[in-house]
Nanobody, 135 residues
């Protein structure tokens, strides 16, 4: 049984930092790309960051580029999201997810990566961890 467990969320002031963690069990972690997505109240899910199976490729959506960094430790079966310069617009539930593909980037086979992620390749995600950024 695959289990995905996020942690590290909390309340932080604007400009602050947080590191999210995600531990995955029940599958061969380094067979898969991994992703973070978020959902704010009343809004649709938004892809945030992804990382390829070996950490060689990463991608961050424009709204977090330069502020967020995704990484993984395949020995510990753990995914990370280091978030800096947090803004109130970053307030959301953050989810860690297994992507059935092995690689990631802005595009996949000519299509927007995160569009295909939500429609075809999202597999196994956790309960989420809440990030609240106060102004």
């Amino acid at each position: 049984q695959v289990q995905v467990m996020e942690s590290g969320g909390g309340l932080v002031q604007e400009g602050g930092s947080l590191r999210l963690n995600c531990i995955v069990s029940g599958l061969i972690f380094d067979d898969y790309a991994m992703a973070w997505f978020r959902q704010a109240p009343g809004k649709e899910r938004e892809g945030v960051s992804c990382i390829s199976w070996n950490g060689g490729n990463t991608y961050h959506t424009d709204s977090v580029k330069g502020r967020f960094t995704v990484s993984r430790d395949n020995v510990k079966n753990t995914l990370y999201l280091q978030m800096a310069s947090l803004q109130p617009k970053d307030t959301a539930m953050y989810y860690c997810a297994v992507d059935l593909r092995a690689t990631c980037g802005e595009y996949y086979s000519g299509e927007d990566y995160f569009s295909t992620f939500f429609t075809r390749y999202l597999e196994h995600w956790g309960q989420g961890t809440l990030v609240t950024v106060s102004s």
